[in-house]
């Protein structure tokens, strides 16, 4: 069984930073794929970064340039520096992790508000 678990959610506001990590556990064959989603109220859940096992990451227009994905293979985890946060990062974030049988595995998902 895969667990995925995300951390580092808070309140931060505009203009701070906040790290957020996922750390993955189980039986995890060949990962494909990690990747961050977010979702804010009444909104769809949208994908903010991903990186794939080459190392090539993409990332949202939105946050190009402010977040950055990173991975420890060693650990199994996988980071989300988030950097020059703005009020409408607010959202619950989500971590996905897709094996390449195409298996994919959602963490809960960690609050980050963006407020003065």
């Known amino acids: 069984q895969v667990h995925v678990v995300e951390s580092g959610g808070g309140l931060v506001q505009p203009g701070g930073s906040l790290r957020l990590s996922c750390a993955a556990s189980?039986?995890?064959?060949?990962?494909?794929?990690r990747s961050w989603y977010r979702q804010a109220p009444g909104k769809q859940r949208e994908r903010v970064a991903v990186?794939?096992?080459?190392?090539?990451?993409n990332y949202a227009d939105s946050v190009k340039g402010r977040f950055t994905i990173s991975r420890d293979n060693g650990k199994n985890l996988v980071y989300l520096q988030m950097d020059s946060l703005k009020s409408e990062d607010t959202a619950v974030y989500y971590c996905?992790?897709?094996?390449?049988?195409?298996?994919?595995?959602w963490g809960q998902g960690t609050q980050v508000t963006v407020s003065s």
């Open positions: 189980g039986i995890l064959l060949r990962i494909f794929e």
């Open positions: 990186i794939t096992s080459g190392d090539i990451s």
């Open positions: 996905k992790i897709v094996l390449s049988s195409g298996a994919s595995y």
